[in-house]
Each structure stands twice: as C-alpha cells, then as structure tokens.
C-alpha cells in the first residue's frame, strides 16, 4: 500500500511539474513572438531612417552635379573585356572642380603605377556638359575631358534616391571603356587620394 501510495504521488508530482513545464513553455513563446514583434519594429525604423539618408545622399549629389564640383569614388572597376575588379575607392575616382576633372585608375595594390598608387592619374578641361532626366527621375550627365593624356567622354548615370553611380568612360581614339561603379559625394566631402598625373 505504501509502494502504491509513493508511485501516485511521484505520478501527481510528475503531472503537475509537466503542467509547469507547458506553461513555461508557452510563457517562452510568448516572449519570443513578443521579441520578435519588437525586433522586426525596429528594422522597420531602421530602413526608414537609411532611405531618409539615401534620400539626402541623393539630393546632395544632384546639387554637386549642377554646381560642376563632385568626385564619383569607385568601389568597383570594369575593363573592356569584362573583367571586374573590387577596387579602393580612395584612389579610384572621377572628379570635377569647375573646368578640371581627373580620371584616376588604380586596380593594383602592389604595382606603384605611374602615378605612384598602382594605376594612371590623367586630368583636364572640361567641355560639353550636359545634364539630363528621365521620367523616372533618373540623372545622366555627361562631360568631354581633354587633355595632355587624354580625351574622353564621361558619361554618368544615377538612379533617383541614392547617391550610387555607374560612370563610363569612353577614349575618343580607341575603344577601351571603362566602367567605374561607386557613389556621388561632393568634392569638399571626398577622401580620395589624387596621385602623379600623366
């Protein structure tokens, strides 16, 4: 009878720490969907805030494209035969300062290059620019840029809301474009390091 008496408590004990187990559980969830709720609540504000900023990145680099004073930083390269390269934006940029630009390549991290940081450095006078939109907002601004080592057109192009672009350059006397992929800043908040020029 005692044996019998110790197997029902153990069973009574047993069912009701299970019943404190399932409300545990069901505590726990509640708190998980309760973190999760706030979680994703705060996503929402932080995306909220990056298209405010990207927004605001956008303006300021349409406003230093109509005042003729900007750098493209490049994070991206791309040759004529489609080979694309991570590149250092600090040494691989387009700039415009009034009537100059300069157009600086500089892929390698290891050949000083010409210009002393692993690539080319060429500048000149600026001539032909033009400034257009599409209906979708979309900003293309192209410039002829000639001097002692080069003569090119620059064409860039960038989409409503970011201060991402996509420049190409295009060299009057071959067909060697380059494609250069990276964002629109300013030039008095640039960073980029200008090397030797041509």
């Known amino acids: 009878m005692k044996k019998i008496m110790f197997i029902l408590m153990l069973i009574s004990v047993w069912v009701s720490g299970s019943a404190q187990n399932k409300e545990t559980l069901q505590e ?6 309760s973190d999760m709720a706030e979680f ?5 504000g932080v995306e909220q805030k990056q298209a405010v900023l990207d927004t605001l990145a956008w303006l300021q680099a349409d406003q230093a494209l109509r005042d003729s004073s900007f750098v493209v930083e490049a994070d991206a390269v791309t040759f004529k035969y489609g080979t694309r390269v991570q590149v250092n934006s600090t040494t691989n940029f387009i700039s415009m300062e009034g009537d100059r630009a300069v157009i600086q390549i500089s892929p390698s991290y290891v050949y000083g290059g010409p210009n002393g940081v692993g690539g080319i450095t060429v500048d000149g006078v600026v001539s032909n620019v033009s ?6 907002g979309r900003i293309h601004y192209s410039m002829y840029v000639t001097g002692r080592a080069v ?22 006397f071959n067909s060697n474009d380059v494609r250069l992929e990276g964002y629109l800043v300013p030039a008095g908040h640039s960073r980029v390091f200008e090397g030797t020029t041509l």
């Not at 994703?40 to 929402?44: C, H, I, T, V």
């Not at 400034?131 to 979708?136: N, P, R, V, Y």
């Not at 003569?151 to 009057?172: D, E, F, K, L, Q």
């Open 28 to 33: 726990r969830i509640d708190r998980w969907k």
């Open 40 to 44: 994703n609540e705060g996503r929402r």
């Open 131 to 136: 400034l257009t939109s599409d209906k979708k």
């Open 151 to 172: 003569s090119a057109t620059v064409s860039i192009s960038m989409t409503p809301g970011s201060n991402r672009a996509v420049v190409v350059v295009s060299p009057t």
